[in-house]
């Protein structure tokens, strides 16, 4: 199916494990974008990448690691999980970066315990 | 970067128009204004975008001041399906970075 999908789409883990969210897109979009969402902030965004095997640090890059190798893969991992990093995750994408819309996933909701 | 600034939460009758303000007073010349809204549980939804001058789409109409310090977006009739949170945006030609949003409560 076209369209942008999350990977899994609820995560339950324990503090110092690591995890990785996926995010896969089908329409070869250059821009891809990882945000968190937390009651009262808004969305921050993390990490973004403009084309495979670049990308660049957000407003909140502390804690995370992100690679695409892969136009259509985005995958963030959280190399040692924290209770602060508990949040919704979503992935976004765009053809043309801020000149174009951006289309979000369903979110991850990750649980750090 | 530039911030954006938006009322917390707004109230409108349905099937009237609802126009939602938003100020960005250091806004870049070369920041797109995107508005986004979100129902809840579900990821933002793209409304409309602009650079300079007022756009029109299926969804709404945005209204950017001469100045491109303020805009507007404008729902011309609002639908309980409207009620969401609405997103103002500056962004940049690399990212686009959210500001905290209206809750648009619409009232039957």
């Known amino acids: 199916d076209a369209g942008i999908t999350q990977s899994p789409r609820y995560k339950i883990t324990e503090t110092g494990r690591q995890v990785t969210l996926m995010c896969h897109q089908t329409?070869?979009?250059?821009?891809m974008f990882w945000y968190r969402q937390d009651l009262g902030h808004g969305l921050r965004l993390i990490y973004y990448?403009?084309?495979?095997?670049?990308?660049d640090k957000g407003e909140v890059p502390d804690g995370y690691v992100v690679s695409r190798s892969k136009t259509e893969n985005f995958p963030l991992t959280l190399e040692s999980a924290t209770r602060s990093q508990t949040s919704v995750y979503f992935c976004?994408?765009?053809?043309?970066?801020?000149?174009?819309?951006?289309?979000f996933g369903q979110g991850t909701r990750l649980t750090v315990v | 970067d530039a911030k954006t600034t938006q009322p917390n939460s707004m109230e409108s009758n349905e099937e009237e128009p609802v126009h939602l303000p938003c100020n960005h007073s250091?806004?870049?010349?070369?920041?797109?204004i995107h508005w986004y809204r979100q129902l809840p549980s579900q990821g933002p939804e793209y409304v409309i975008h602009?650079?300079?001058s007022n756009v029109n789409n299926r969804m709404a109409s945005l209204a950017i001041a001469e100045d491109r310090k303020s805009s507007t977006l404008i729902l011309h009739r609002a639908t309980l399906r409207d009620a969401a949170v609405y997103y103002c945006?500056?962004?940049?030609?690399?990212?686009?970075?959210f500001g905290t949003g209206t809750k648009l409560q619409v009232i039957p």
């Open positions: 976004a994408s765009s053809d043309q970066g801020a000149a174009t819309e951006a289309f």
């Open positions: 329409w070869s979009h250059s821009y």
């Open positions: 990448s403009a084309a495979a095997d670049i990308t």
């Open positions: 250091t806004i870049s010349g070369t920041d797109y």
């Open positions: 602009g650079l300079t």
């Open positions: 945006i500056l962004g940049g030609y690399q990212k686009v970075t």
